[in-house]
């Protein structure tokens, strides 16, 4: 089994549940080809998987209303552990690493398309 690196300047997303409203944020971003697979929240985030990147919206200032999207490209990713306690289904944890940049956590609290976000992250890693 892959032992989990991480150091301080990680980025933890935890308790993600589907909020479609992110991906309503991102249409116009999106480029030609490129499809949301899942949007979550988590207590101040939102994160968008799509077949080609994870977008992180975070929303801050007075009332929320100053956003940030970061982009994160599935192409980017050196590895990448997915880890539950039953089956697939059952609160999943995604961990990414990356070279030069902060890992990414994700844990998923509800339903979530994770078969499908593991499938266009493994294309974009193992090409």
Partial sequence: ???KISN????SYARLIQEPKFAEMLGEFLIEGEQVVDSLKSAKEGVVFTTKRIVICNA???LGKKKEFSSVPFCRINTFVLS???DLESHPKLDLG???T???HFEFAGKSEIKLIMKYIS?????
Avoid: I, Q, Y
């Fill in 84 to 86: 539950s306690a039953k």
């Fill in 98 to 100: 990356f070279f030069g």
């Fill in 102 to 104: 902060p890992n990414l």
């Fill in 1 to 3: 089994m892959a032992k």
């Fill in 8 to 11: 301080a300047n990680d980025k």
């Fill in 60 to 62: 801050s200032g007075f």
């Fill in 123 to 127: 294309e974009a890693v193992l090409k």
